[in-house]
């Protein structure tokens, strides 16, 4: 059974970056769609970033585009969101997850394993 565990989220200013990480325990994340999601009160869980387990590919979120970086470390058990010239905003909480689908055109979907997420607020 695979497990994550997200980390780095803090307060930080408008225009600062962040670096999350999401730790996999039980199981890499070989084989596995991954990404991220990020869930603001009184708003729809949004779809941030996401790997193919194919190929690699990358895919984005229009709003974090050219801002966001997601990847994975060699070993495949870490996967991390380098986030860049971060907006201001309500608080977020930021949820990694694997196990689904991603692709270009709907981004990420139907994920089997989800971490608990870890906070983010940019606010001056």
């Known amino acids: 059974q695979l497990r994550l565990t997200e980390s780095g989220g803090g307060l930080v200013q408008p225009g600062e970056s962040l670096r999350l990480s999401c730790a996999a325990f039980?199981?890499?994340?070989?084989?596995?769609?991954i990404g991220w999601f990020r869930q603001t009160p009184g708003k729809e869980r949004e779809q941030v970033a996401c790997?193919?387990?194919?190929?690699?590919?990358?895919y984005y979120a229009d709003s974090v585009k050219g801002r966001f970086t997601i990847s994975t470390d060699s070993a495949k058990k870490t996967m991390y969101l380098q986030m860049n010239s971060l907006h201001p905003g309500a608080p977020s909480v930021y949820h990694c997850?694997?196990?689904?689908?991603?692709?270009?055109?709907?981004?990420?979907?139907?994920?089997?394993?989800w971490g608990d997420g870890t906070p983010v607020t940019v606010s001056s």
């Open positions: 790997i193919t387990s194919s190929d690699d590919s990358a």
């Open positions: 039980g199981m890499t994340l070989d084989y596995l769609d």
């Open positions: 997850a694997a196990g689904g689908h991603c692709n270009g055109y709907r981004l990420l979907w139907g994920m089997d394993y």
